[in-house]
């Protein structure tokens, strides 16, 4: 029996404010409460003689809903139901871009401190096509230090106008940036919606998740736009 969170981040940006990352006993704050679910966990499965285990939780739809139920009860909080969306897990705050080093340096005891149900490291990063090395040096970094790394660099395709690379985001989805088309037929969108890559262009994502996709920065600085003919 998996038992997920979400939201590690806003909880601690209640007590320690939106820039937390920074403050080390925010951090520890956060790893004692993944430890304290771990353990609670580790005491049930001995109480009912089953397996209780938590759930770094890729969230969908939740992210959108605790976020809208919250802010139906408590308003408008900065940080926390501002934003419209709730943080997977314990992922570094989308709006910042940490290096990949850092990003995993940072989250890489959280799943050590309690995730026997599940947990993805993500990093988001330019067009790398013409770059491969660089992507190489952060998988040899992850190797030792990460369990499960997720890679998201652009790929979606405009088949009018034939731009590759990082569409971006619009109201209610994503648009070519050289020629605005956003049918659905004639476009790839990819994202990593969760755990999994998805096309919101095709399958729509709710309101919540869109927001966060759409606020996530990259973690490596390059071009967003893929040509071929590029040394």
Not at 115 to 132: D, R
Request: aromatic share 14%; proline share 6%; charged share 25%.
């Amino acid at each position: 029996i998996s038992l997920g969170y979400i939201g590690l981040y806003e909880v601690a940006s209640v007590f320690y404010g939106g820039e937390w990352e920074a403050n080390p006993a925010a951090k520890d704050f956060t790893v004692d409460i993944i430890r304290q679910m771990k353990q609670l966990c580790e005491d049930w499965s001995d109480a009912y003689d089953y397996h209780f285990s938590v759930y770094s939780t890729p969230s969908e739809s939740l992210t959108d809903r605790f976020c809208r139920l919250d802010k139906a009860k408590f308003g408008e909080v900065e940080n926390i139901t501002d934003k419209d969306y709730y943080t997977n897990s314990f992922h570094y705050d989308v709006r910042k871009n940490p290096t990949p080093f850092e990003k995993l340096d940072f989250e890489k005891i959280y799943p050590e401190a309690g995730a026997s149900g599940g947990f993805i490291h993500y990093c988001e990063y330019p067009v790398l096509q013409q770059n491969p090395k660089a992507l190489e040096a952060v998988w040899d970094y992850a190797y030792d230090r990460v369990g499960y790394l997720g890679t998201n660099t652009p790929i979606d395709h405009c088949y009018e106008c034939h731009f590759e690379g990082d569409f971006e985001p619009t109201e209610r989805g994503f648009k070519c940036p050289n020629c605005g088309n956003t049918d659905p037929k004639t476009v790839d969108v990819v994202k990593r919606t969760c755990g999994y890559l998805g096309n919101p262009q095709a399958r729509p994502m709710v309101h919540g998740r869109h927001q966060e996709i759409a606020a996530r920065v990259k973690h490596m600085n390059g071009s967003t736009i893929y040509n071929p003919g590029q040394a």
